[in-house]
């Protein structure tokens, strides 16, 4: 039987990190993942590469001004910390905060780590200072995106294997936490068979034979439950949001099946917070998909015309961008499965960007380039590949001849042309000033004022009906599955608590199976930029305790 000091589970970014910090510090490792090596750095490697960070050198270059005391006040009103074992959530919360505002730039940094240098402004909140949201913009986007995130890691990964000091097991499914006088001290579970599948593709659960290690402590890094619609909906929260869709799309692989939470709770972990997720309501079906029911999610600006599948459009906060929840709670009370944008080709052109690394080539492969080509006058490529393939995009040059077409991408009928059309012109004419009364008319404006908006995320005011600036375009928006906010309660050294709120002895847990810290260290809600951050500082925290 093969011993480690300690035995990870899950190759994600958290698990990465946890796993180099180990090795660093002269610990034996094991890193063991049910997917196979194309799979390292799980999640993380689709993602946009957002950072949450307070008072950086780029904030200061784009003249916002950020603060720790800022920062504080918008996470605790989007937390909106209420329950009794929010205590060590609330604990992780401020230790994030100060890493945010502290040295997680300088960590990074020193380890290659670079930025795009215009900040973006995500979750801008519901309309009230202390309340959900962003007061200025934090969201940084790594240069390479999600694989830029992974790349230091993972180097450092193999030259800790190279060193001996890190195993690699890929393909083993880990089926239980072995326990000895009330201890964990390994892990069981099944082999699987390699799998050539590319990178987020479903892979084999055939069983070829058993596996059995031990390790003086597990780190659980085994991710949330956001690919599992099962157990998304079984954790629904109903008194907040309503039911759960009939129809929803995943934001993440097949592999993301939360089977570890389980798991964990079986050996005594206590799980809190299960309720607390975060899913997001502009969610378009992949036209060339990788995994099953693939969703890519859109990245608005303010200017869409938003409405739900009867055609009446969204009230504040429920604007592109603004307040994720929120919007999801309005479209369920509305029982409303999917919504719509209508928008312009000046709009989709300056305001849509697609979530993803394989969506952002240029960003991605840090080709300056094709980056530029963004201030051009059509859209990026992969968002034209979604105008010209995508089942839920239509384009067509008069309203009438668009909701006919959105009709018949529903199936439903359920729009009617001339009630779409008085609500159009309505917000049409609060264009004719500087100033209006339409609450997204004037964040529409707002954005403005901030020099990123202005470049790069929002198109200037217009008509949606100028012809000068059509087409006319109109997007199906599925709800997508995406992050688990509760998860595994654990103290601040990362340590599992139990039920009584005793550390499992030997048991640890790090990234979203963790609640990214805690057991769900957003609380209800979350700023964006800190799923990632979460995986880095409580990987950090786990690699450096264990």
Same mark, same amino acid.
């Given at each position: 039987?093969?011993?480690?000091?300690?035995?990870?589970?899950?190759?994600?970014?958290?698990?990465?990190?946890?796993?180099?910090?180990?090795?660093?510090?002269?610990?034996?490792?094991?890193?063991?993942?049910?997917?196979?090596?194309?799979?390292?750095?799980?999640?993380?490697?689709?993602?946009?590469?957002?950072?949450?960070?307070?008072?950086?050198?780029?904030?200061?270059?784009?003249?916002?001004?950020?603060?720790?005391?800022?920062?504080?006040?918008?996470?605790?009103?989007?937390?909106?910390?209420?329950?009794?074992?929010?205590?060590?959530?609330?604990?992780?919360?401020?230790?994030?905060?100060?890493?945010?505002?502290?040295?997680?730039?300088?960590?990074?940094?020193?380890?290659?780590?670079?930025?795009?240098?215009?900040?973006?402004?995500?979750?801008?909140?519901?309309?009230?200072?202390?309340?959900?949201?962003?007061?200025?913009?934090?969201?940084?986007?790594?240069?390479?995106?999600?694989?830029?995130?992974?790349?230091?890691?993972?180097?450092?990964?193999?030259?800790?294997?190279?060193?001996?000091?890190?195993?690699?097991?890929?393909? !083993?499914?880990?089926?239980? #936490?072995?326990?000895?006088?009330?201890?964990?001290?390994?892990?069981? $579970?099944? +082999? @699987? =068979?390699?799998?050539?599948?590319?990178?987020?593709?479903?892979?084999?659960?055939?069983?070829?034979?058993?596996?059995?290690?031990?390790?003086?402590?597990?780190?659980?890094?085994?991710?949330?439950?956001?690919?599992?619609?099962?157990?998304?909906?079984?954790?629904?929260?109903?008194e907040r949001l309503g039911t759960p869709p009939a129809?929803?799309?995943?934001?993440?692989?097949?592999?993301?099946?939360?089977?570890?939470?389980?798991?964990?709770?079986?050996?005594?972990?206590?799980?809190?917070?299960?309720?607390?997720?975060?899913?997001?309501?502009?969610?378009?079906?992949?036209?060339?998909?990788?995994?099953?029911? !693939?969703?890519?999610?859109? #990245?608005?600006?303010?200017?869409?015309?938003?409405?739900?599948?009867? $055609?009446? +459009? @969204? =009230?504040?906060?429920?604007?592109?961008?603004?307040?994720?929840?929120?919007?999801?709670?309005?479209?369920?009370?509305?029982?409303?499965?999917?919504?719509?944008?209508?928008?312009?080709?000046?709009?989709?052109?300056?305001?849509?960007?697609?979530?993803?690394?394989?969506?952002?080539?240029?960003?991605?492969?840090?080709?300056?380039?094709?980056?530029?080509?963004?201030?051009?006058?059509?859209?990026?490529?992969?968002?034209?590949?979604?105008?010209?393939?995508?089942?839920?995009?239509?384009?067509?040059?008069?309203?009438?001849?668009?909701?006919?077409?959105?009709?018949?991408?529903?199936?439903?009928?359920?729009?009617?042309?001339?009630?779409?059309?008085?609500?159009?012109?309505?917000?049409?004419?609060?264009?004719?000033?500087?100033?209006?009364?339409?609450?997204?008319?004037?964040?529409?404006?707002?954005?403005?004022?901030?020099?990123?908006?202005?470049?790069?995320?929002?198109?200037?005011?217009?008509?949606?009906?100028?012809?000068?600036?059509?087409?006319?375009?109109?997007?199906?928006?599925?709800?997508?599955?995406?992050?688990?906010?509760?998860?595994?309660?654990?103290?601040?050294?990362?340590?599992?608590?139990?039920?009584?709120?005793?550390?499992?002895?030997?048991?640890?847990?790090?990234?979203?199976?963790?609640?990214?810290?805690?057991?769900?260290?957003?609380?209800?809600?979350?700023?964006?930029?800190?799923?990632?951050?979460?995986?880095?500082?409580?990987?950090?925290?786990?690699?450096?305790s264990v």
């Amino acid at each position: 039987m093969e011993e480690f000091d300690v035995i990870i589970v899950g190759g994600g970014l958290a698990g990465l990190v946890a796993a180099t910090e180990a090795c660093d510090r002269g610990r034996r490792v094991c890193l063991v993942d049910q997917e196979g090596p194309q799979n390292l750095g799980g999640q993380a490697f689709w993602s946009l590469g957002g950072l949450f960070l307070v008072d950086s050198p780029e904030q200061r270059r784009m003249r916002i001004r950020d603060s720790l005391d800022l920062a504080r006040q918008d996470w605790l009103g989007s937390a909106s910390f209420d329950r009794s074992e929010d205590h060590w959530p609330r604990l992780w919360a401020e230790a994030y905060l100060n890493f945010a505002a502290g040295e997680k730039r300088a960590w990074l940094h020193q380890m290659g780590m670079r930025w795009f240098p215009v900040v973006g402004w995500a979750e801008r909140g519901g309309g009230h200072a202390d309340g959900h949201g962003n007061s200025v913009p934090r969201f940084h986007i790594t240069w390479g995106t999600g694989p830029g995130v992974l790349a230091p890691f993972v180097s450092r990964a193999e030259a800790a294997a190279k060193a001996g000091r890190l195993t690699l097991r890929f393909r !083993h499914q880990v089926d239980r #936490l072995l326990q000895e006088n009330g201890r964990v001290i390994g892990v069981s $579970g099944s +082999r @699987l =068979p390699d799998d050539p599948v590319l990178r987020g593709q479903k892979s084999s659960r055939d069983i070829i034979g058993e596996f059995e290690m031990r390790g003086a402590s597990v780190i659980v890094a085994s991710g949330g439950i956001g690919g599992n619609l099962g157990l998304v909906r079984r954790n629904w929260p109903q008194e907040r949001l309503g039911t759960p869709p009939a129809d929803m799309v995943c934001g993440v692989p097949a592999h993301v099946d939360g089977r570890m939470i389980g798991i964990s709770e079986e050996a005594g972990a206590s799980i809190i917070n299960r309720d607390r997720m975060w899913h997001y309501t502009e969610g378009v079906r992949n036209w060339d998909p990788i995994w099953p029911n !693939h969703g890519i999610r859109i #990245l608005p600006g303010p200017s869409s015309f938003w409405c739900d599948a009867d $055609g009446n +459009r @969204l =009230p504040s906060p429920a604007m592109p961008g603004f307040d994720t929840l929120s919007t999801l709670k309005i479209l369920r009370e509305r029982k409303s499965d999917y919504s719509w944008f209508i928008l312009t080709r000046a709009i989709i052109k300056k305001e849509f960007a697609l979530s993803g690394s394989e969506q952002n080539p240029d960003l991605t492969g840090k080709d300056i380039p094709l980056l530029l080509k963004r201030l051009g006058r059509n859209p990026p490529g992969p968002v034209q590949a979604f105008m010209d393939k995508g089942e839920d995009f239509a384009v067509r040059e008069t309203l009438e001849d668009l909701v006919q077409a959105m009709n018949a991408i529903s199936g439903e009928n359920r729009l009617d042309a001339r009630h779409i059309r008085a609500q159009v012109e309505a917000r049409d004419r609060q264009m004719d000033n500087p100033f209006a009364k339409d609450q997204q008319v004037t964040a529409i404006r707002g954005a403005r004022a901030y020099l990123g908006d202005k470049l790069m995320r929002t198109a200037k005011p217009h008509r949606l009906l100028d012809p000068k600036a059509g087409p006319l375009i109109g997007v199906r928006l599925h709800i997508l599955t995406r992050k688990t906010l509760g998860g595994i309660h654990t103290d601040l050294s990362a340590r599992v608590l139990d039920a009584g709120g005793a550390p499992v002895p030997g048991l640890y847990a790090v990234g979203e199976a963790a609640g990214f810290g805690g057991g769900g260290m957003h609380g209800y809600s979350a700023l964006e930029g800190t799923f990632l951050g979460g995986c880095l500082f409580s990987g950090r925290v786990a690699g450096r305790s264990v």
